[in-house]
């Protein structure tokens, strides 16, 4: 069971940028999907982006933050990052990075057994 944990929450105002930071405990290079959720209190977790096979698959941003944010995987560091640019009001939330070793779904929050206890971004405008 690999440990993760988030870091680089912080406040910010409209249309600034972060960066996030995911650290792995172990080798997370042959992880078959890691992932960034956020959750808004009182609704669900949703996921916002996913690198596939070590990032060396396909990575991607969810529509919501699709040209805004961008995940990216280091594995030399154990790294997963999520560059979050041009951020909104509605971006304010807890945001969790997650992982899944073996092939499968990796869309929904009980896709992944590996969590970190997340990081709060604050977002005013």
């Known amino acids: 069971q690999v440990q993760l944990e988030e870091s680089g929450g912080d406040s910010v105002q409209a249309g600034g940028s972060l960066r996030l930071s995911c650290t792995a405990s172990g080798d997370i290079s042959d992880f078959y999907c890691m992932a960034w959720f956020r959750q808004i209190p009182g609704k669900e977790r949703e996921r916002i982006a996913v690198?596939?096979?070590?990032?060396?698959?396909?990575?991607s941003a969810d529509s919501s933050v699709k040209g805004r944010f961008t995940i990216s995987q280091d594995n030399a560091k154990k790294n997963l990052y999520l560059e979050m640019n041009s951020l909104k009001p509605e971006d304010t939330a807890m945001y969790y990075c997650a992982a899944r070793k073996y092939l499968g779904g990796c869309a929904s929050r009980d896709d992944f057994a590996n969590w970190g206890p997340g990081t709060q971004v604050t977002v005013s405008a």
């Open positions: 690198s596939y096979r070590g990032g060396s698959g396909t990575s």
